[in-house]
């Protein structure tokens, strides 16, 4: 695939030709030969040879004339070309897919900008009001920019924000706190049934995961009112029934914030806002008043339907309609006696944890789209921020929209999104220069490599010249900016989030059981790169990787692998688990026959618990569950591995996924030893490899892990009860941050397995429960792992196998 996208974006005919192509020269134009006079073309039936034929003098002059004739017509259309192609050198071309008015009126404003005949003319804006598929930005070329990211419904889809989210308040629990108990059903659907009788505030507003414009949003006060509908997916809220009123009525804010550059993240906020107003006077909800959408929702599509409704005639008025400036909305607070400097920062705050969050997923797409790229700026994107005030002025955050309306139904809709839209073209900085500069740089790559003698920058050169880009525009965007406001980065704000990037990095390594790129930052050294043999040269990062990756990295980088190494390592792949085995196993491997004695797995688990609770190795922890079991029976198996169950097609058994342990029928069975499985709602998972939970006997006692010291920092230890195995607690701890997805907690309580929902909306089951304090105690049963555990949890590759749409995944 690498290969062929390659070829799409980079053939030798797009960079030997001209820096510009002319409108009107079209693929397969050719300049037609002028023949020859007194000569005869030859025609494909061979009867013609071409030879010259005796002709009178007077043709013969004749013809001779009318060559020039035709060589004129010919120069003339290349010296049209010749003024298009130069007039397009210094234009800037647009293309536009919208439906909205003011994106053509504000792009014709500048100067020399034109908007492109199609959309495969050679543009450098490429606007769209929808979501842009990543073949179509793999595509692009590097003077070419597109308004949107791949991946950034991470946070523009309901159910992503609120799981993203979650996993962060997770780890920051006061840092996190600006958005409302969040659930998703319907995997959290007994917990939220549960709210109903602990809480004191029992509404909740119910959204669907992927509407727009109120459609689908109703209040609910009843247990059972609440959607059971396992085909779609609902977001349900804990409401906000005391918010901040303006002259008796609700409102929320929609702030429009530009992130142009996603390594590093790039964020501005502009000035420039709106105040939506429910239509109708504000009232707590009761149990007779939840229909009343014009009192409790404060969208525009629905407000304007009422015929209370009132357009705003002034935009400096900040009393005046139901649809206001936040500019001067903010003026009449302060004259309110309110502190709205300290507002606005907590606004910037959320805003910048909210797209933290999200920051390692927006780079790995970017850079796998465009790996050639340094300069951080094929993409930008306007996002509306949609942020409601209680009545202690805190803000929280409802929900972040990829597509915000330009609609412009008044005169303030007018003033505020064409000034939004101006400064983000502005800040863009496109430039008929640059241009050239990217086709000439390319031309040359293309050049060097066809003639063999390119050369690729290593990693530290490449880190180098994004550092140094990265500083230049930075410069360059503090002296354009308009009326946009630097959010991130700066210097003091990079010290002041780089624990909560940190953790969002972690937290995407674990779920993608990959390694992160290493993220491109103002205030690090060039020099750090040494620190680390995958290019992370983060300190904060350094101690979260150890073993063979520490080593390599003291060297400078990894070392290279042997031919038998390769070979190792397509076995792996092919066996669905992790290219580079863990600490643990390459140093067992280096002493030989040494780690098959008995009491090996011990020592391993041991090892694993001084690190600081890090996974062990993949025969170790097997070798531990049996050592474990055969402490409680007396045999002496220990370092065997359990074999790999049968199942047969139509059983039922039970398999791990990130929602606990479910019960599931085997479907069909492949060559390959996978299975194809089906859940009880009907969910259908193809060629996985689950862990498998075998039933004991009915006699057998159960067994728990109980919280300990002696098992290392994440302390657990191990129990049995009626003779029947219980895993260790190290074993137990690898499987908890499986389940939950790698992240620590603040609790001191060992988890019960299946994983428990959380409470008051502070963590979804669906990504797994427990605290990092304590081991998730499994059932009275033997785990049997049907493939070896990777070093972290993977999400559609190694430890992971998921369907494309599922809200499951199945541990491996």
């Keep these: 695939m690498a290969g062929d996208v390659h070829e799409q974006v980079f053939n030798e005919k797009q960079f030997f030709t001209e820096d510009v192509v002319g ?15 007194g000569v005869v073309p030859s025609s494909g039936s061979g009867a013609s040879t071409g030879r010259p034929l005796a002709k ?22 290349r010296e049209r070309r010749r003024k298009r192609a130069a007039e397009r050198a210094t234009k800037i071309v647009y293309w536009l897919e919208t439906k ?13 900008w034109k908007e492109a005949p199609s959309a495969s003319y050679d543009f450098d804006l490429l606007w769209c009001d929808t979501a842009i598929p990543a073949d179509r930005f793999m595509k692009l070329k590097q003077y070419q920019k597109m308004n949107h990211f791949v991946g950034m419904s991470s946070i523009t889809r309901k159910n992503n924000l609120g799981r993203n989210l979650l996993r962060m308040r997770k780890q920051f629990a006061k840092e996190y706190r600006f958005f409302p108990d969040t659930w998703i059903l319907p995997t959290d659907l007994s917990d939220l049934k549960q709210q109903f009788s602990n809480s004191k505030n029992k509404t909740f507003i119910v959204k669907p995961d992927n509407g727009c414009q109120g459609k689908g949003i109703f209040l609910v006060r009843d247990v059972e009112k609440v959607p059971v509908d396992f085909s779609t997916t609902y977001v349900a809220q804990r409401y906000i029934h005391k918010p901040f009123l303006l002259d008796g009525f609700k409102f929320d804010l929609r702030l429009y914030v530009l992130v142009v550059g996603c390594d590093p993240l790039r964020i501005f906020l502009h000035r420039r806002g709106l105040v939506r107003l429910a ?3 504000y009232v707590e909800p009761t149990g007779k008043n939840l229909q009343q959408s014009m009192v409790h929702l404060t969208n525009y599509a629905i407000n ?55 920051q390692p997923s927006l780079s790995h797409f970017y850079h796998s789209c465009q790996p050639d790229d340094l300069e951080n700026a094929m993409c930008f994107e306007i996002l509306g921020f949609d942020v409601m005030l209680d009545h202690k002025l805190q803000p929280w955050l409802l929900e972040v929209n990829h597509a915000p309306s330009f609609a412009t139904e008044s005169d303030l809709d007018r003033v505020v999104k064409t000034e939004v839209l101006q400064d983000t073209m502005v800040l863009l900085n496109f430039s008929p220069e640059a241009r050239r500069q990217k086709k000439r740089e390319a031309r040359e790559k293309m050049e060097q490599r066809a003639m063999g003698v390119s050369k690729k920058a290593s990693m530290e050169e490449r880190m180098v010249q994004e550092q140094d880009i990265a500083r230049e525009r930075t410069a360059w965007e503090d002296a354009h900016l308009g009326s946009y406001k630097r959010l991130y980065p700066s210097e003091e704000k990079e010290k002041a989030y780089m624990h909560i990037h940190d953790a969002a990095i972690n937290i995407w390594e674990v779920l993608m059981g990959g390694t992160s790129r290493r993220s491109v930052r103002l205030t690090q050294q060039p020099s750090d790169e040494a620190t680390d043999g995958d290019g992370k040269g983060d300190k904060g990062r350094k101690g979260s990787k150890g073993g063979v990756d520490g080593a390599a990295g003291k060297e400078g980088g990894p070392p290279k ?5 390769v070979r190792e390592v397509v076995e792996r792949l092919m066996a669905g688990c992790s290219a580079r085995p863990r600490a643990s196993e390459e140093a067992r491997r280096r002493r030989g026959t040494k780690g098959d004695q008995p009491g090996s797995a011990g020592s391993a688990a041991a090892t694993g618990g001084e690190d600081g609770g890090e996974a062990m190795g993949e025969d170790a922890s097997t070798a531990a569950i049996v050592a474990s079991g055969s402490s409680a029976s007396g045999s002496s198996t220990a370092g065997v591995k359990p074999p790999r169950p049968e199942v047969q097609v139509g059983e039922v058994i039970k398999v791990q996924t990130n929602l606990g342990w479910e019960s599931v029928t085997v479907r069909a069975k492949r060559t390959n030893g996978k299975i194809d499985i089906q859940f009880k709602d009907g969910e259908y998972m193809r060629s996985v490899l689950p862990r498998i939970l075998r039933e004991p006997p009915k006699e057998g006692g159960t067994a728990a892990g109980a919280a300990g010291s002696s098992g290392g920092s994440n302390g657990g230890g191990s129990a049995n009860n009626g003779g029947v195995a219980a895993t260790s607690a190290s074993v137990q701890d690898e499987l908890a ?7 620590s907690g603040s609790g001191d309580k060992p988890a019960a397995a299946p994983p428990q929902p959380h409470k008051s909306g502070t963590w979804s089951s669906r990504v797994g429960s427990g605290g990092g304090g304590g081991a998730a105690a499994l059932p009275s049963a033997t785990l049997v792992n049907t493939t ?25």
Excluded at 23 to 37: C, F, K, N, T, Y
Excluded at 561 to 565: A, D, G, I, L, S
Excluded at 800 to 810: E, G, L, V
């Design 56 to 77: 009178p003098a007077a043709e013969l002059v004749a013809e001779r004339t009318v060559a020039p004739t035709k060589s004129g017509t010919g120069g003339a259309a």
């Design 304 to 358: 304007k339907m009422n015929p209370n409704f009132e357009e705003n005639t002034n935009p400096d008025d900040a009393q005046d309609g139901h649809k206001r400036s936040w500019e001067a909305v903010q003026a009449h607070l302060r004259t309110l006696g309110h502190d709205v400097e300290t507002l606005m920062e907590e606004i910037e705050d959320l805003i910048i944890k909210t797209l933290i969050a999200v």
């Design 788 to 812: 070896p555990p990777t070093a972290t949890s993977s999400v559609g590759a190694g430890g992971f196998a998921s369907s494309s749409s599922s809200i499951r995944t199945a541990v491996g």
């Design 100 to 112: 909205y008015d003011v994106l053509p009126e504000v792009c014709s404003g500048f100067e020399n």
């Design 561 to 565: 692998r042997t031919p038998e190494q």
């Design 23 to 37: 409108e009107d020269e079209h693929e397969g134009q050719q300049v037609s030969a002028i023949r020859l006079p």
């Design 279 to 281: 239509s109708e006077q």
């Design 737 to 743: 941050e499986d389940v939950t997805v790698g992240i």
